[in-house]
C-alpha cells in the first residue's frame, strides 16, 4: 500500500502539484506551486519525550537532520521503539484561502504542534498511545494569524515494540502544506488509494474509467488531438468490458469457450484504442508494423469461428503471439523517442511494455495451464492477503494507466500554458503591430493619404509609416519583415524606431537605406527586410530608394527603379536612388507583395497585370481585389495623391 501510494505522489508531483521547498534550514512555502507545497527537506530529529520540545523558543540546532523518506533504521536507530520528535521551521504563504496542513502517520500515534500549541493528532497520544492498525493522512487545519510568519512547526510521535520489528518503520511521506481545499483534495486521494488496495480489480477499473473521462473531457476541448480520444477508448473500455464480462461470467452460466471469445473481442477493442493512442500520440505515419498488429488484434477473436477445432490452448497461444508483436510495436515507436530525451515517451514505455510483457507471460502460463501442462494458479501472483489478491499485472496496469493520467495532466498543462503564451505573445504583437501599421496618418498640405492593411494570420510582418519633415517635405516608407507573428512584429518596431531617428536628421532615402541595413545586419538573426524609402519635396521632387521591395505604381504605370539588396543581408550593401518630377493629381501606390502573389483555388496568382489595373483605385479597393481573389500573404496598400495646388486654393 505505502509502494502504491509513493508512486501516486510521484505521479502527482510530477503533473505539478508539489513542489520540494528550496531552503535546506526554512521551508520557504510562501510560494506554493498549485496551492501545495511538500515539506520534504531534512527535519531536525530527537529520540525521548520532552514537552519543552515543542516550543518556538527550543534551540533544535544541536538535533540531528531526519528524512522522512528514509526508515528509522536506515537512519541509525534499528528497532528503536517509544516516543521522539520532529521540528521543522515554515515560512506559511501571505494568503487569504484558510490554510491546511496534510500529515501522515510517522509512528503508530502523532501529535502536531504549531509554535507550542497542539494543533491535531493522528491516533490516541494521551493519557497512554494507542497502537493504529490502519493509520492514515489527517488533514489539520491551520490557526488563523499564521499567515506570513515563520513558524515552527513539531511532531511528537510514538511507536509501539511490535511496530519497530517491522522493517521500513518511521518512512513515512512528508507533510504537505497548502489550501484547505487542495490539502483535503489530496487527503481524498490519500483515501482512495486505501480503497485501491482493498479491492484492486475495480479500483483499478475506477483509476481507469476516472482517467479516460479526462481523456474524453480533453477531445472534447480539443477535438484535433485525437489521442485523447483514443486513450478515452482504452481507458472508459477496459472499465465496460470488465462489467460486461462480469455480468457473463458470475452473474449468468456461460460457456468457457464463448467466454474466451467475448474476452479476447473486448482485449481487442481496448488494445485498438491503445495502439491508435501511442500511434497518434507520437504523430507517427502508419506503416506496416501497426497495421500488422491491429490486424492481428483483430483476427484473435475471430479465430475461434474461422479456424476449425480451434481450443482455448490455441486462443492463449494466439494471445502470446499478440502480446509480442505489440511488445515490439512498443520498442520501436516508444524507444527510439525515450533515447531522445523525450520525457513523454519514457513515462510511457517503462509501464506499457512491462505490462505488455507481463500479459504474454500470463497467457503463455494460462495457456499451459489451459494444455494440462501446469497446475499452479495462471496468474503471476504478487501479494495474497485478506480477501484479495494482487498480481503483477494490476499492479504494471495501474502504472500505465497512472502514467497515461500524468501524460494527459503534463501534455494539456503544457497545451494551456503554450495558448497562454501564444495569447500573451499575439496581444503583444497586436500592440506593436498597430505602430507599424498606423490607422491614422499624419496630416500634410501636399499629399492626401490612403492605407489599407489585411493581415494573413494575427499578427504579419508588413509595416508603412508617412513621416513629415521639417522642411516640408514627407519621407515615406512600406515594408515587409520575414516571417510572422511577434518575433516579426518585434523586427519591424525595431526598424521603424531606426527609422524615426534617421528621418529626424533630414537624409536621402538611399542613406536612410545604407544605414539602417548596417543596424540590421549586425543584430539579424537570421532574418530580413524589403523595404522602400521614398521622399516627397514641397517642389514636387519624388526620390526613390528600394532595398528588394516592389516597385510602386505612378498613374497606373510601374516606377522603373533599381531594386537593392533587402536589409539585413549584407551589412555594406549600398542602395541607389531614382528621382521623379511629380503634377499636381499624380498617385503613387505602394504596395506588400501580398498583393500580387494572391492565389485563387485553381493556384492563379493575383500578378502584376491585374495590380497594375487597379492601381489607380483607392487603398481599400485595390486590397479587397486581392483578397477576394484569394489571400495568401499580409496585403498593405499605401496610396499618395500629390495636390499642391490644390491646398493652396483652400
Same mark, same amino acid.
Given at each position: 500500500?505505502?509502494?502504491?501510494?509513493?508512486?501516486?505522489?510521484?505521479?502527482?508531483?510530477?503533473?505539478g502539484?508539489?513542489?520540494?521547498?528550496?531552503?535546506?534550514?526554512?521551508?520557504?512555502?510562501?510560494?506554493?506551486?498549485?496551492?501545495?507545497?511538500?515539506?520534504?527537506?531534512?527535519?531536525?530529529?530527537?529520540s #525521548?519525550?520532552?514537552?519543552q520540545?515543542?516550543?518556538?523558543? !527550543?534551540?533544535?540546532?544541536?538535533?540531528?537532520l +531526519?528524512?522522512?523518506?528514509?526508515?528509522?533504521?536506515?537512519?541509525?536507530?534499528?528497532?528503536?521503539?517509544?516516543?521522539?520528535?520532529?521540528?521543522?521551521?515554515?515560512?506559511?504563504?501571505?494568503?487569504?484561502?484558510?490554510?491546511?496542513?496534510?500529515?501522515?502517520?510517522?509512528?503508530?500515534?502523532?501529535?502536531?504542534?504549531?509554535?507550542?500549541?497542539?494543533?491535531?493528532?493522528? $491516533?490516541?497520544?494521551?493519557?497512554?498511545?494507542?497502537?493504529?492498525?490502519?493509520?492514515?493522512?489527517?488533514?489539520?487545519?491551520?490557526?488563523s494569524?499564521t499567515? $506570513?510568519?515563520?513558524?515552527?512547526l513539531?511532531?511528537?510521535?510514538?511507536?509501539?515494540?511490535?511496530?519497530?520489528?517491522?522493517?521500513?518503520?518511521?518512512?513515512?511521506?512528508?507533510?504537505?502544506?497548502?489550501?484547505?481545499?487542495?490539502?483535503?483534495?489530496?487527503?481524498?486521494?490519500?483515501?482512495?488509494?486505501?480503497?485501491?488496495?482493498?479491492?484492486?480489480?475495480?479500483?483499478?477499473?475506477?483509476?481507469?474509467?476516472?482517467?479516460?473521462?479526462?481523456?474524453?473531457?480533453?477531445?472534447?476541448?480539443?477535438?484535433?488531438?485525437?489521442e485523447?480520444?483514443?486513450?478515452?477508448? !482504452?481507458?472508459?473500455?477496459?472499465?465496460?468490458?470488465?462489467?460486461?464480462?462480469?455480468?457473463?461470467?458470475?452473474?449468468?452460466?456461460?460457456?468457457?469457450?464463448?467466454?474466451?471469445?467475448l474476452?479476447?473481442?473486448?482485449?481487442?477493442?481496448?488494445?485498438?484504442?491503445?495502439?491508435?493512442?501511442?500511434?497518434?500520440?507520437?504523430?507517427?505515419?502508419?506503416?506496416?508494423?501497426?497495421?500488422?498488429?491491429?490486424?492481428?488484434?483483430?483476427?484473435?477473436?475471430?479465430?475461434?469461428?474461422?479456424?476449425?477445432?480451434?481450443?482455448? @490452448?490455441?486462443?492463449?497461444?494466439?494471445?502470446?503471439?499478440?502480446?509480442?508483436?505489440?511488445?515490439?510495436?512498443?520498442?520501436?515507436? /516508444?524507444?527510439?523517442?525515450?533515447?531522445?530525451?523525450? /520525457?513523454?515517451?519514457?513515462?510511457?514505455?517503462?509501464?506499457?511494455?512491462?505490462?505488455?510483457?507481463?500479459?504474454?507471460?500470463?497467457?503463455?502460463?494460462?495457456?499451459?495451464?489451459?494444455? #494440462?501442462?501446469?497446475?499452479?494458479?495462471?496468474?503471476?501472483?504478487?501479494?495474497? #492477503?485478506?480477501?484479495?489478491?494482487?498480481?503483477?499485472?494490476?499492479?504494471?496496469?495501474?502504472?500505465?494507466?497512472?502514467?497515461?493520467?500524468?501524460?494527459?495532466? !503534463?501534455?494539456?498543462?503544457?497545451?494551456?500554458?503554450?495558448?497562454?503564451?501564444?495569447?500573451?505573445?499575439?496581444?503583444?504583437?497586436?500592440?506593436?503591430?498597430?505602430?507599424?501599421?498606423?490607422?491614422?496618418?499624419?496630416?500634410?498640405?501636399?499629399?492626401?493619404?490612403?492605407?489599407?492593411?489585411?493581415?494573413?494570420?494575427?499578427? #504579419? $510582418?508588413?509595416?508603412?509609416?508617412?513621416?513629415?519633415? @521639417?522642411?516640408?517635405?514627407?519621407?515615406?516608407v512600406?515594408?515587409?519583415?520575414?516571417?510572422k507573428?511577434?518575433?516579426?512584429?518585434m *523586427?519591424?518596431?525595431?526598424?521603424?524606431g531606426?527609422?524615426?531617428?534617421?528621418?529626424?536628421?533630414?537624409?536621402?532615402?538611399?542613406?536612410?537605406?545604407?544605414?539602417?541595413?548596417?543596424?540590421l545586419?549586425?543584430?539579424?538573426?537570421?532574418?530580413?527586410?524589403?523595404?522602400?524609402?521614398?521622399?516627397?519635396?514641397?517642389?514636387?521632387?519624388?526620390?526613390?530608394?528600394?532595398?528588394?521591395?516592389?516597385?510602386?505604381?505612378?498613374?497606373?504605370?510601374?516606377?522603373?527603379?533599381?531594386?537593392?539588396?533587402?536589409?539585413?543581408?549584407?551589412?555594406?550593401?549600398?542602395?541607389?536612388?531614382?528621382?521623379?518630377?511629380?503634377?499636381?493629381?499624380?498617385k503613387?501606390?505602394?504596395?506588400?507583395?501580398?498583393?500580387?502573389?494572391?492565389?485563387?483555388?485553381?493556384?492563379?496568382?493575383?500578378?502584376f497585370?491585374?495590380?497594375?489595373?487597379?492601381?489607380?483605385?483607392?487603398?481599400?479597393?485595390?486590397?479587397?481585389?486581392?483578397?477576394? +481573389?484569394?489571400?495568401?500573404d499580409?496585403? *498593405?496598400?499605401?496610396?499618395?495623391?500629390?495636390?499642391?495646388?490644390?491646398?493652396?486654393?483652400?
Amino acid at each position: 500500500m505505502r509502494r502504491l501510494a509513493l508512486v501516486l505522489l510521484l505521479c502527482l508531483e510530477g503533473a505539478g502539484f508539489a513542489q520540494p521547498p528550496a531552503s535546506p534550514l526554512t521551508d520557504d512555502a510562501s510560494h506554493p506551486v498549485s496551492g501545495l507545497i511538500v515539506l520534504a527537506t531534512p527535519w531536525r530529529f530527537h529520540s #525521548g519525550d520532552n514537552p519543552q520540545w515543542a516550543s518556538p523558543a !527550543f534551540d533544535d540546532s544541536s538535533w540531528k537532520l +531526519h528524512l522522512f523518506e528514509k526508515s528509522w533504521a536506515e537512519q541509525g536507530l534499528p528497532g528503536f521503539f517509544g516516543y521522539a520528535w520532529l521540528r521543522r521551521r515554515i515560512k506559511v504563504p501571505d494568503v487569504a484561502t484558510p490554510l491546511a496542513l496534510l500529515v501522515y502517520p510517522v509512528g503508530d500515534s502523532d501529535e502536531v504542534y504549531l509554535d507550542g500549541v497542539l494543533i491535531g493528532t493522528l $491516533g490516541r497520544m494521551r493519557p497512554m498511545p494507542d497502537l493504529v492498525v490502519n493509520r492514515q493522512a489527517e488533514a489539520i487545519a491551520l490557526p488563523s494569524g499564521t499567515e $506570513g510568519h515563520v513558524v515552527e512547526l513539531a511532531i511528537r510521535t510514538w511507536i509501539g515494540p511490535n511496530g519497530a520489528l517491522e522493517s521500513g518503520e518511521g518512512a513515512a511521506q512528508p507533510p504537505i502544506l497548502g489550501t484547505q481545499s487542495s490539502v483535503y483534495a489530496i487527503l481524498q486521494l490519500a483515501k482512495l488509494r486505501l480503497a485501491i488496495s482493498r479491492n484492486p480489480l475495480w479500483a483499478i477499473d475506477i483509476v481507469s474509467a476516472v482517467i479516460g473521462l479526462i481523456s474524453l473531457g480533453l477531445f472534447l476541448l480539443t477535438p484535433r488531438s485525437t489521442e485523447y480520444a483514443w486513450a478515452a477508448l !482504452f481507458l472508459i473500455g477496459n472499465l465496460l468490458s470488465d462489467i460486461f464480462l462480469y455480468q457473463f461470467a458470475v452473474r449468468q452460466p456461460i460457456d468457457q469457450r464463448l467466454f474466451i471469445v467475448l474476452l479476447l473481442a473486448c482485449s481487442s477493442i481496448t488494445t485498438t484504442g491503445w495502439l491508435l493512442f501511442i500511434w497518434r500520440f507520437l504523430r507517427s505515419r502508419s506503416d506496416w508494423l501497426l497495421v500488422a498488429v491491429l490486424l492481428a488484434n483483430w483476427i484473435q477473436p475471430l479465430a475461434p469461428f474461422t479456424v476449425p477445432r480451434f481450443s482455448i @490452448e490455441q486462443a492463449f497461444l494466439s494471445g502470446v503471439a499478440c502480446q509480442v508483436l505489440m511488445c515490439l510495436f512498443i520498442l520501436l515507436k /516508444l524507444l527510439p523517442s525515450a533515447i531522445r530525451n523525450n /520525457l513523454e515517451a519514457q513515462m510511457l514505455l517503462v509501464p506499457f511494455f512491462l505490462t505488455t510483457f507481463l500479459v504474454g507471460v500470463e497467457e503463455a502460463l494460462s495457456a499451459l495451464h489451459a494444455g #494440462g501442462l501446469r497446475e499452479a494458479s495462471t496468474s503471476l501472483v504478487l501479494y495474497s #492477503g485478506n480477501g484479495f489478491e494482487v498480481n503483477w499485472v494490476q499492479l504494471s496496469t495501474l502504472l500505465a494507466y497512472l502514467a497515461i493520467g500524468a501524460l494527459l495532466v !503534463f501534455r494539456f498543462t503544457r497545451t494551456a500554458r503554450e495558448q497562454q503564451r501564444l495569447s500573451t505573445e499575439m496581444a503583444s504583437a497586436r500592440a506593436v503591430q498597430a505602430q507599424l501599421v498606423p490607422s491614422r496618418l499624419p496630416s500634410s498640405p501636399h499629399l492626401r493619404c490612403q492605407a489599407a492593411y489585411l493581415a494573413a494570420s494575427e499578427v #504579419g $510582418g508588413d509595416f508603412y509609416q508617412v513621416l513629415p519633415q @521639417e522642411n516640408g517635405s514627407s519621407l515615406i516608407v512600406v515594408g515587409d519583415v520575414s516571417g510572422k507573428g511577434l518575433k516579426a512584429a518585434m *523586427t519591424g518596431a525595431i526598424a521603424i524606431g531606426a527609422l524615426r531617428a534617421l528621418a529626424t536628421e533630414g537624409l536621402a532615402p538611399a542613406i536612410i537605406l545604407s544605414r539602417l541595413n548596417r543596424q540590421l545586419a549586425s543584430a539579424s538573426d537570421g532574418g530580413f527586410i524589403t523595404c522602400l524609402c521614398a521622399r516627397i519635396d514641397p517642389d514636387c521632387a519624388l526620390t526613390l530608394a528600394n532595398a528588394g521591395h516592389l516597385a510602386p505604381y505612378r498613374n497606373g504605370e510601374e516606377v522603373q527603379l533599381e531594386s537593392g539588396l533587402p536589409l539585413g543581408v549584407i551589412a555594406h550593401a549600398e542602395y541607389s536612388e531614382t528621382t521623379l518630377q511629380l503634377a499636381p493629381g499624380d498617385k503613387l501606390t505602394f504596395l506588400s507583395d501580398g498583393v500580387v502573389e494572391a492565389q485563387n483555388e485553381q493556384g492563379e496568382l493575383f500578378g502584376f497585370e491585374r495590380t497594375r489595373a487597379i492601381s489607380t483605385q483607392s487603398a481599400e479597393e485595390i486590397a479587397a481585389a486581392a483578397q477576394a +481573389h484569394g489571400q495568401e500573404d499580409d496585403i *498593405t496598400v499605401l496610396t499618395l495623391t500629390f495636390s499642391p495646388a490644390e491646398v493652396l486654393l483652400v
